[in-house]
């Protein structure tokens, strides 16, 4: 019998997307396959909806807006399966998604986690800003893609049509062992949103396991769908969770270097807001810092982390190479 997946779309407020993208997933030309929607206190009629157009689909309520990471933590002690694909509410799957996944999860018992390409709903010859090709970090712990630097998309012209371990899946469509989840404890609650699955595959690779790039397997993502890429809250979490990853996982001797340099890096970001007019941005980078300084001290890890060489990990600064050096493209920054 083929091994269970249970594909869980966490949804907060997605009504509309759930009528349209929820039946491609049921479509799912995988034999044994549960669909979960768990719906993190949606104040619009989501519940409802789900209830009356998808009867055989698992509905779990979490009572209260949990975020991202505790939504899934919440919900996943509640889902026995072999494997779980996390999966955005605005994410578009073609029937045949599951099985090259499965197939490399089943062949290879030190994967953990698997990302399959993430291309633009909008573009679909075109990569899409959540994972791409899959999920690189730089020295100061900016993350980046196979496909995707910091705002550029590169056009999908099979550049990266090879299976890869990476260093993070995308939480818009993980791949993810079900053991291997909860042997890591699931998400760090305290992310809420943004990076908590940079955060788990960090800790999974420095547990001996692996994350891959499945680029057999393809799905569209519109993106935004929860928090805009404008919005002031998403530029929050995601410069003070990039500095909570770092304190959680650096191996000691390089923690103090690494985050004073990310901490200039973040200053030099603040001031480019401020020359733009994003005052609320800049703002939100601030914020984050304060948060970070204030309680940094209780997510170090209680034992001391070995300086790893990772999959994915670049040890150079892509704001550098970015910015400085004109370097637009992956394949211009990792040579292989």
């Given at each position: 019998?083929?091994?269970?997946v249970?594909?869980?779309?966490?949804?907060f407020?997605?009504?509309?997307?759930?009528?349209?993208?929820?039946?491609?997933?049921?479509?799912?030309?995988y034999?044994?396959?549960?669909?979960?929607?768990?719906?993190n206190?949606?104040?619009?009629?989501?519940?409802a909806?789900?209830?009356?157009l998808?009867?055989?689909?698992?509905?779990?309520e979490?009572?209260?807006n949990?975020?991202?990471?505790?939504?899934?933590?919440h919900?996943?002690?509640?889902?026995?399966?072999?494997?779980?694909?996390?999966?955005?509410?605005?994410?578009e799957v073609?029937?045949?998604?599951?099985?090259?996944?499965?197939?490399l999860?089943e062949?290879?018992?030190d994967?953990?986690?698997?990302?399959?390409?993430?291309?633009?709903?909008y573009?679909?010859?075109?990569?899409?800003?959540?994972?791409?090709?899959?999920?690189?970090?730089?020295?100061?712990?900016?993350?980046?893609?196979?496909?995707?630097v910091?705002?550029?998309?590169e056009e999908?012209q099979e550049?990266y049509?090879?299976?890869?371990?990476?260093?993070?899946?995308?939480?818009?469509?993980m791949?993810?062992?079900?053991?291997?989840?909860?042997?890591?404890?699931?998400?760090?609650q305290?992310?809420f949103?943004?990076?908590e699955?940079?955060?788990?595959?960090?800790?999974?690779?420095l547990a001996g396991?692996?994350i891959?790039?499945?680029?057999?397997?393809?799905?569209y993502?519109?993106?935004g769908?929860?928090?805009?890429?404008?919005?002031?809250q998403?530029?929050y979490?995601?410069?003070?969770?990039?500095?909570?990853?770092?304190?959680?996982?650096?191996?000691e001797?390089?923690r103090?270097k690494?985050?004073?340099?990310?901490?200039?890096?973040?200053?030099?970001?603040?001031?480019?807001?401020?020359?733009t007019?994003?005052?609320?941005?800049?703002?939100?980078?601030w914020?984050?810092?304060?948060?970070?300084?204030?309680?940094?001290?209780?997510?170090?890890p209680?034992?001391?982390?070995?300086?790893?060489?990772?999959?994915?990990?670049?040890?150079?600064?892509?704001v550098?190479?970015?910015?400085?050096?004109?370097?637009?493209?992956f394949?211009d920054i990792?040579?292989?």
């Amino acid at each position: 019998m083929s091994p269970k997946v249970s594909v869980v779309i966490l949804n907060f407020n997605t009504s509309t997307l759930l009528e349209q993208l929820v039946p491609l997933v049921l479509d799912s030309d995988y034999p044994n396959l549960e669909v979960i929607i768990a719906d993190n206190a949606s104040t619009d009629n989501s519940v409802a909806l789900c209830r009356s157009l998808f009867p055989q689909v698992r509905m779990i309520e979490t009572g209260v807006n949990l975020g991202y990471a505790g939504g899934y933590n919440h919900v996943l002690k509640q889902v026995e399966a072999d494997y779980y694909v996390l999966l955005n509410s605005d994410v578009e799957v073609p029937s045949h998604w599951l099985q090259p996944m499965v197939a490399l999860a089943e062949a290879e018992a030190d994967i953990a986690a698997i990302q399959p390409t993430i291309l633009d709903y909008y573009h679909k010859s075109r990569f899409e800003y959540a994972g791409a090709a899959g999920g690189w970090i730089d020295r100061y712990g900016y993350p980046f893609c196979r496909g995707r630097v910091f705002h550029v998309l590169e056009e999908q012209q099979e550049q990266y049509a090879n299976q890869a371990d990476i260093f993070w899946a995308s939480g818009a469509a993980m791949f993810i062992r079900a053991s291997d989840f909860h042997a890591a404890g699931g998400f760090d609650q305290h992310f809420f949103a943004h990076m908590e699955e940079i955060d788990l595959c960090w800790r999974l690779q420095l547990a001996g396991k692996r994350i891959v790039f499945c680029p057999e397997s393809s799905v569209y993502h519109m993106g935004g769908g929860t928090l805009s890429h404008q919005s002031a809250q998403k530029t929050y979490l995601n410069f003070r969770n990039g500095l909570l990853l770092l304190e959680k996982n650096l191996a000691e001797e390089l923690r103090a270097k690494v985050i004073l340099g990310r901490l200039f890096l973040d200053g030099i970001a603040a001031v480019k807001f401020i020359l733009t007019g994003k005052l609320r941005h800049a703002w939100a980078i601030w914020r984050a810092h304060r948060y970070f300084h204030r309680n940094r001290r209780r997510f170090r890890p209680e034992h001391p982390v070995a300086a790893t060489r990772l999959s994915g990990n670049y040890s150079g600064s892509i704001v550098w190479d970015f910015y400085l050096r004109g370097k637009r493209r992956f394949r211009d920054i990792v040579q292989h």
